[in-house]
């Protein structure tokens, strides 16, 4: 019986037919026009970017096009969505029309999509599949849009365009696909195939007279038939029986592809016919004939009888080449082997050529004709594909490809038994929150900050939650937890406690023994203990500073907080938080911190054996401070890591070969002999060519290869230029000269090169011989079977380039590199993205020059300059990239380009920064940064015309708003247009990407704009405002302290405005938080710390207010951190003002005698630094002979005292003789503490600034 099904799928035999139709009019309309874009241009002729039908028939007519049903069709694959018109986009996928390729994808799609179903089931169960994903996961249909995106996130249908397998499955022009739809592909599969077992049996009821003969003919001994035919049949023998040709490397690839032989790494394409074997083309020509020709086209009427005859005597046939793959038959030779293959009539012959019938059917096949000969290669396989790879050195002992690392080793015991233990605690506490609200056993957490309540603080006993685990589920929760633990205790004791007694309890002195296995147990489950309390520190202390409304979860990292109930989770946060900032820290050229934190996030265990982490730290080194012999360790250790399976990429293996051959660095092959140089070469070379052996269509290893051998080209020429002439030198160079030549060569053609075979099929199937096709379509062309291909008409006047351009175009005013060196130019940026400036340079130079690398117009080009700019910045060449960017400025337009304006500013931030840390932190200043400000806002002011512009970076914002910052700090914040450019800045930074610097300079902003008003004890609009802009600051310091919890930087000024603020506990926990990382404090910031603890401190004088202080007042409620301050300052350097502040909080404790030492100390400062004015000298030498005057027994303290006072004001007189100025160095600071503002300046604070931030 036939289903209806079954008739159904007539209709998809229809819909390839009008496909191919469409195909026939797409190659004419392609060749036509010569392009997509060109057919673009005729058919969209003013422009609009819409084309309905009848313009697309209009184009038709105009181009001449001879399908006119077929050019509709073409239409409709066009207009998938049945609208009627089509954009000018849409025809860059006309190219896409190949109906042979999708053929070949069904039966793909239906061992995807439709297996294990029948009929509309199958059809429903892929619909199901493709819909899954999508928003409609409950359709009944697909749409083009749904069907597209799911063939390209599942890879399915990669050789065919996913708009025309809907188009074809789409049989009744609805839009959509519905299962019954999907269903129809089984049948059409199954009658293709059909169709196959049809051609089959009817070629060989043609050839061989039927299967009978057929099966004798294929597999039954003919070594008779071919000794009687060789012996008594008439045969041809060419004159010349002996043709010898050389095969080049593209040549054997194909061979060793069609054989499929594992030397030639199988890398023939998918779609490629694997036969074993090739065809040949057996043809007769006239006599004087040359090339092949119609036989209507030759001249003489008594030759085309012939020429007809010979045409009808076309013939193929096939030979198996795997004979080739035996072992040679002489030992000098190669492999050879006879054949005898079978000739058939080629399909492809003219209507007209058999019209009278009078040529015999099956010339070949019903004489049994062959073709005898013998093929030889003059040497065997092995050597025409030889593997001379050397081997790699050993590297203390170890091969230089580090073998892949030992699995770690399972946990023990006691590991077990902490993991164990740990999981137990972490279900108590779950059970003990539950008792704690159960019973209202909940107290708010004084000084801390949080939404979380303190459980269990008051009203429970000893043995509470014993009690409270036995009573729930009558003690079923008790029982479980018991046994959670005990099977982890029993294999610790059986493993450590062999000698233990037996179990149970004697009440005699072997009990005693138990004691020390009860130790062992106590040990581990304290010891996990620790390790949670640890882990969790310091989420307990971020309760002190969070602000109540954020979520844990803005910090980046969950660990411990309780929001992250999935380990992975945790990770995986952590691994966010680690990646943001190492990037922070790298923009803000502090190297070594973004170090650490790297190697923080290589210790996670997503990473600890994660080649590709490993292989982005090597390139981190090498972009950071061009760290080599660190990059190559790390880079042979993520080589190590990958699986045999996954294998090391080619970006892996280049990478490493490049970094051993750089010599501007160390390597560790430097260590194992005198000619290190020559061993860095061949170790590289060895790299390479094993990877190029197991991938050899890959492209980038063969031009890394290139690289390698055009840089020691390069080092010999330098060595030949300083020592003269040396023949043996000079063709060592010309041999490496060759050599990056032919590699240069293999890489620009690779895949053309590598994955060929020597068999190639038609479309329609049939063997694909060269002097066939030519001849086939002069004669479809003679017989008007196919349309001639007139000359494409000119573009429309609507497609013409002005003659008179309003603006002139971006080409005319830019170098432009040529499109042909697209590929060249992404190597050299590879080279930039790895971190190898030197190689940049020497493809952008001496490859250019020696080996045409790029075009001169190219080498000549913007892109090219720029790329020597950031070659010349990696390395730190500051003065190179200002030459090269002043020499970009001055050709055509080269200052109209935004991203050498901006890496101008870069280069002078940079170079500005290394200057002012050579010297001292505090030397920074506006004025140094003057021109990099100035390249900044250049680059800034340039306008967006689509795409992403270089204004979106918010590292840019970050440097620009840093500018600023120093500007307003050298004002001590008074400048209130440079504070509100930073903060314009910032506010922009912020909005692109949120960081931990660009926060925390809003809050000091903030702080410092707060601190220099007015302090008042009222409710006047200035006391409100100071302390709005304080807490402001605050919480603009805790957003920045969430996303980096170890920088000392932020945790001070949280400090510093906790303690304006009043905030006690917030103040002191941020301290200590500072006193973790102090070694990375400025100076500066410390001694402001210390000032700021040291006039809190004292509660009774008027210059603590109400609010400031607790609700006691307590003198020296901060002193102890203005000591720990002042001595961390101290430890690095002598300050006046340190030694006066530690002088100031002695007194204020009592310790007048260790305060007269300071004292004396800070008066000696003032012979070297002279940073105090006459004002505040006069003030210490108060204090400090009121210091001394209260110790009545101890003179000579005093004596101390006027003995130094003598030599400070000896120094200052020298100090003005010599015609210098005494100055305050922390007058401006000092000001912010004492000095109130006018009503201008008030004014001028305003929140409009600082309102520009966004609210976190």
């Not at 995106?149 to 809907?166: K, Q």
């Not at 000119?794 to 590199?817: C, G, I, N, T």
């Not at 609009?1021 to 919890?1045: G, I």
């Amino acid at each position: 019986a036939i289903s209806y099904d079954a008739l159904l799928s007539l209709s998809l035999h229809k819909q390839l037919a009008g496909l191919q139709g469409a195909e026939r009019a797409q190659r004419w309309l392609l060749s036509c026009c010569g392009s997509a874009e060109m057919l673009t241009k005729q058919v969209d002729g003013d422009r609009s970017g819409i084309v309905n039908r009848e313009r697309w028939n209009a184009a038709m007519n105009r181009l001449g096009c001879p399908y006119e049903a077929e050019a509709d069709a073409v239409f409709d694959f066009l207009d998938l969505a049945k609208a009627g018109s089509i954009t000018s986009p849409t025809l860059t996928s006309l190219p896409n029309l190949d109906v042979t390729a999708l053929a070949k994808v069904l039966p793909k799609l239906e061992a995807t999509l439709l297996v294990g179903e029948e009929g509309v089931s199958a059809g429903q169960a892929a619909l199901t599949r493709l819909v899954e994903d999508s928003e409609a996961a409950d359709s009944d249909q697909i749409g083009v849009s749904d069907l597209v995106a799911w063939c390209r996130r599942h890879g399915i249908c990669s050789a065919v365009d996913p708009h025309l397998l809907f188009s074809f499955l789409d049989i009744d022009g609805a839009g959509y696909i519905t299962a019954e739809k999907f269903a129809l592909i089984v049948h059409y599969n199954a009658t293709k195939s059909l169709q196959q077992v049809a051609a089959f049996k009817r070629f060989v009821e043609e050839s061989c007279g039927g299967c009978k003969h057929a099966f004798a003919r294929l597999f039954d001994n003919r070594t008779e038939f071919f000794m009687e035919s060789e012996a008594t049949k008439p045969r041809i023998k060419w004159e010349q029986t002996q043709v010898r040709v050389y095969r080049g490397r593209a040549w054997l690839q194909r061979l060793l592809n069609t054989l499929q032989d594992d030397r030639g790494r199988n890398c023939a394409a998918e779609d490629e016919s694997l036969e074993n074997g090739c065809w040949l083309h057996f043809f007769p020509r006239l006599s004087g004939q040359n090339q092949l020709t119609d036989f209507k086209d030759v001249p003489d009427p008594a030759q085309q009888g012939l020429a007809k005859l010979a045409r009808w005597h076309h013939a193929q046939a096939f030979v198996d080449l795997r004979r080739l793959l035996g072992d040679p038959l002489h030992e000098s030779g190669g492999p050879e082997f006879e054949f005898r293959a079978m000739l058939s009539q080629v399909g492809l012959q003219p209507s007209d050529v058999n019209e009278a019938a009078e040529l015999p059917t099956g010339p070949f096949s019903d004489a049994q004709t062959y073709v005898k000969g013998s093929i030889r290669l003059d040497r065997p396989l092995m050597q025409l594909c030889p593997r001379n790879i050397q081997q790699l050195p050993l590297v203390a002992g170890v091969s230089f490809l580090l073998p892949p690392p030992e699995k770690p080793l399972p946990l023990t015991v006691s590991q077990e038994l902490e993991l164990e233990a740990r999981n137990v605690v972490g279900k108590l506490v779950g059970h003990f929150s539950q008792m704690c609200q159960d019973g209202g056993f909940e107290d708010t957490q004084l000084g801390k900050v949080t939404k979380h309540r303190l459980l269990g603080r008051r009203g429970l006993s000893r043995h509470s939650l014993t009690r409270w685990l036995k009573d729930r589920e009558d003690g079923a929760v008790y029982r479980e937890l018991s046994a959670e633990l005990r099977p982890a205790i029993v294999r610790l004791v059986r493993a450590e406690a062999k000698d233990g007694p037996s179990s149970g309890i004697s009440n005699n002195a072997n009990d005693a023994l138990y004691s020390s296995i009860r130790d062992l147990i106590l040990k581990h489950l304290f010891h996990a203990l620790n390790h949670d309390l640890d882990a969790n520190q310091c989420n307990q202390d971020e309760c002190l500073w969070r602000p109540l409304a954020s979520k844990p979860a803005a910090c980046g990292d969950g660990q411990g907080t309780g929001e992250h109930g999935d380990v992975m989770a945790q990770q995986h946060a952590q691994d966010l938080r680690l990646s943001s900032l190492i990037l922070e820290y790298q923009s803000m050229g502090d190297i070594q911190q973004a170090t650490d934190l790297y190697q923080k996030r290589l210790a996670l265990p997503q990473h600890s054996q994660n080649g590709a982490s490993w292989f982005e730290y090597a390139r981190f080194l090498m972009r950071c401070g061009q760290r080599q012999l660190d990059a190559e360790q790390a880079l042979r250790y993520a080589i190590s890591l990958k699986s045999p399976e996954e294998g090391t990429s080619a970006e892996e293996m280049a990478f490493l070969a490049l970094l051993v051959q750089n010599r501007a660095g160390p390597s560790l092959l430097d260590e194992l002999g005198e000619d290190a140089g020559r061993l860095r070469f061949e170790t590289a070379v060895s790299l390479l060519e094993g990877y190029i052996d197991k991938h050899a269509a890959e492209r980038l290893p063969l031009y890394a290869l290139f690289v390698v051998y055009a840089s020691e080209a390069s080092a010999i020429k330098a060595q030949l230029a300083g020592v003269g002439l040396d023949e043996a030198a000079m063709a060592e160079y010309q041999r490496l000269k060759a050599e990056a030549a032919k590699y240069l060569e293999l890489g620009h053609c690779a895949q053309q090169m590598f994955s060929g075979t020597l068999e190639k099929r038609r479309p329609d199937g049939h063997p694909l011989l060269p002097e066939l096709e030519p001849l086939a379509r002069q004669e479809a062309l003679n017989r008007r079977e196919m349309a001639p291909v007139p000359p494409c008409p000119k573009p429309p006047p609507a497609w013409q380039p002005d003659e008179q351009l309003v603006f002139p175009s971006y080409d005319s005013m830019h170098r432009m590199p040529e499109s042909t060196d697209a590929k060249a130019l992404e190597y050299i940026d590879l080279m930039l993205h790895l971190g190898l400036p030197t190689y940049a340079e020497l493809l952008v130079s001496e490859a250019a020059l020696e080996f045409g690398f790029i075009s001169k117009a190219t080498a000549a080009s913007e892109h090219v300059q720029m790329q020597l700019i950031k070659a010349a910045m990696l390395r730190s060449d500051w003065n190179k990239a200002f030459d090269l960017i002043q020499a970009l400025f001055s050709s055509l337009s080269g200052d109209r380009t935004q991203e050498v304006h901006v890496l101008l500013g870069e280069c002078y931030f940079r170079a500005a920064t290394e200057q002012a840390e050579s010297v001292d932190t505090r030397g920074m200043s506006g004025a140094t940064f003057a021109k990099a400000l100035a390249a900044f806002e250049t680059g800034l002011s340039f306008l967006q015309v689509g795409g992403v512009s270089l204004s979106d970076d918010p590292i840019l914002q970050l440097r620009v708003a840093s500018i600023y910052f120093i500007q307003a700090e050298e004002s001590g914040f008074r400048d209130a247009q440079a504070v509100e450019k930073t903060l314009q800045h910032l506010q922009r930074s912020l909005l692109i990407k949120p960081t931990a610097e660009a926060w925390s300079r809003a809050g000091i902003c903030a702080c410092q704009r707060a601190r220099l008003m007015e302090r008042r004890q009222d409710a006047s609009p200035k006391a409100k405002t100071r302390r709005q802009l304080l807490q402001q600051a605050l919480r603009y310091l805790q957003e920045s302290n969430l996303l980096d919890r170890n920088r000392p930087q932020i945790n001070a000024w949280l400090a510093i405005c906790a303690v304006e603020l009043g905030e006690v506990q917030v103040a002191k926990q941020s301290f200590r938080n500072v006193l973790r990382f102090a070694n990375r404090l400025e100076s500066g910031t410390l001694l402001e710390l210390a000032r700021v603890f040291l006039r809190f401190s004292k509660e009774h004088g008027s210059g603590v207010l109400q609010e400031e202080r607790g609700m006691l007042v307590k003198d020296g409620r901060y002193i102890q951190e203005a000591i720990s301050a002042v001595n961390l300052l101290l430890a690095r350097e002598e300050n006046c003002e340190a030694h006066h502040i530690l002088a100031e909080a002695n007194v204020m404790i009592g310790q007048d005698a260790t305060a007269v030492l300071q004292f004396c100390s800070a008066l000696g400062c003032l012979v070297t630094q002279f940073s105090y004015s006459q004002d505040r000298i006069t003030e210490l030498v108060e204090a400090a002979r009121a210091c001394a005057s209260r110790l009545l027994g101890e003179p000579h303290l005093a004596a101390q005292i006027d003995s130094a006072v003598a030599a400070a004001e000896e120094a200052m007189r020298q100090q003005k003789e010599s015609g210098g100025t005494l100055s305050d160095a922390a007058s401006a600071t000092r000001e912010m503490d004492q000095a109130a503002m006018g009503e201008g300046d008030t004014a001028s604070v305003g929140n409009d600034a600082l309102g520009s931030v966004p609210e976190p």
